[in-house]
């Protein structure tokens, strides 16, 4: 999907907090599900956290109870709490949204339109 922006992101000590945010294009509705995604250095583009149009959230392993995904619909925004911050989280964050979660789980760096992401990197 087009027309999206990430910000938030920097540079933070373990155990430390950021908050992204995504602000998307007015064609991404509520009826959209939302998503983040992450890439690490030589890694592929994962799906970290994504919220359905009716709320439903689901989160990887890897940062279940240290990330909170959260939206405002009036805004067109997409939150992304993180907490707790490890090295292993050092990654460039996007966000992008689908009609589905279905759609969400295809896209990768290959497949669909990003932003140009938002730079975490976690070190002390």
């Known amino acids: 999907v087009q027309d999206i922006v990430e910000s938030g992101g920097g540079l933070v000590q373990p155990g430390g907090s950021l908050r992204l945010s995504c602000e998307a294009s007015?064609?991404?509705?509520?009826?959209?599900?939302m998503g983040w995604y992450r890439q690490a250095p030589g890694k592929k583009r994962e799906l970290i956290a994504h919220?359905?149009?009716?709320?439903?959230?689901e989160y990887v392993d890897s940062v279940k109870g240290r990330f909170t995904i959260s939206r405002d619909n009036a805004e067109n925004m997409l939150y992304l709490q993180m907490n707790s911050l490890k090295a292993g989280d050092t990654a460039v964050y996007y966000c992008?949204?689908?009609?589905?979660?279905?759609?969400?789980?295809?896209?990768?760096?290959?497949?669909?339109?990003w932003g140009q992401g938002t730079q975490v990197t976690v070190a002390s």
């Open positions: 992008n949204a689908g009609i589905n979660v279905d759609v969400l789980r295809v896209l990768s760096e290959d497949i669909g339109s």
């Open positions: 919220i359905d149009s009716d709320g439903a959230i």
């Open positions: 007015s064609m991404i509705t509520s009826e959209y599900a």
